[in-house]
Nanobody, 131 residues
Framework: QVQLVESGGGLVQAGGSLRLSCAASGRTFSSYAMGWFRQAPGKEREFVAGIRWSGTSTYYSDSVKGRFTISVSRDNAKNTVYLQIDSLKPEDTAVYYC??????????????????????WGQGTQVTVSS
């Protein structure tokens, strides 16, 4: 059974940094693409960053490019996807979700934004940025 468990969220002041983690288990993810999305109150879930499990082929939304960095780690068999968030802004406040997709490997990286192509989701982690 696939499980994605996010952690690392919290309350931080504007200008600060956070590193979110998504621990993936339940299968071999080498043939998956991973994505981070976020959902603010009253808004749709939106894409922020994606990566192939090999660590290549990253893609970011324009709103976070230059401030967010997605990466993967396979150290000690702990399959983890990270999202480093720097220069946090109040508008980054949202629940952040990790998603996994086997189908996305058949598409170019610009398709990482397509929520309907993700097969698995985590429960989310709250990020709140105070001004």
């Amino acid at each position: 059974q696939v499980q994605l468990v996010e952690s690392g969220g919290g309350l931080v002041q504007a200008g600060g940094s956070l590193r979110l983690s998504c621990a993936a288990s339940g299968r071999t993810f080498s043939s998956y693409a991973m994505g981070w999305f976020r959902q603010a109150p009253g808004k749709e879930r939106e894409f922020v960053a994606g990566i192939r499990w090999s660590g290549t082929s990253t893609y970011y939304s324009d709103s976070v490019k230059g401030r967010f960095t997605i990466s993967v780690s396979r150290d000690n068999a702990k399959n983890t996807v990270y999202l480093q968030i720097d220069s946090l802004k109040p508008e980054d406040t949202a629940v952040y979700y990790c998603g996994a997709s086997a189908r996305l490997l058949a598409y170019s990286v610009s398709h990482y934004t397509r929520r309907e192509l993700y097969d698995y989701w985590g429960q989310g982690t709250q990020v709140t940025v105070s001004s």
